[in-house]
């Protein structure tokens, strides 16, 4: 999953609901883990979106209510769109304007 100053999900898993959950727990203290990004280790962090339905799922897995297998189970069913975020300026420095969608 990591890959030098890339952190990627191609598809929702257990250790990517880990990693999005450390990263919106104010109580998560461990900002060195491999598996929180608060401290910016990653330049760029891209994975499945955590919309409503699966930030409701994280918050049972963190609470004990869901097991992984079921946490699983529900994020195979679900369809989901990527999101891809840039935490640094080193991240930004890659980003290239490609086009107009309006010209005015």
């Given amino acids: ?4 100053g890339k952190k990627n999900a191609e598809k929702p898993s257990v250790e990517w609901a880990v ?6 727990n104010r109580k998560f203290v461990d900002i060195s883990s491999p598996e929180c990004n608060t401290d910016n280790k990653y330049d760029v962090v891209s994975g499945p979106v955590a919309n409503d339905t699966v930030g409701l799922l994280i ?3 963190s609470r004990g209510t ?3 297998e079921y946490l699983k ?4 069913f679900g369809k989901l769109t990527n999101q891809c975020t840039f935490h ?4 930004l420095r890659y980003l290239k304007k ?4 309006y010209d005015r």
């Fill in 73 to 76: 189970r529900e994020f195979d």
């Fill in 98 to 101: 490609v086009g107009v969608k």
């Fill in 59 to 61: 918050r049972q897995f």
């Fill in 1 to 4: 999953m990591e890959n030098g």
């Fill in 19 to 24: 990693f999005i959950n450390n990263n919106r």
């Fill in 66 to 68: 869901i097991d992984a």
């Fill in 88 to 91: 640094t300026e080193k991240a």
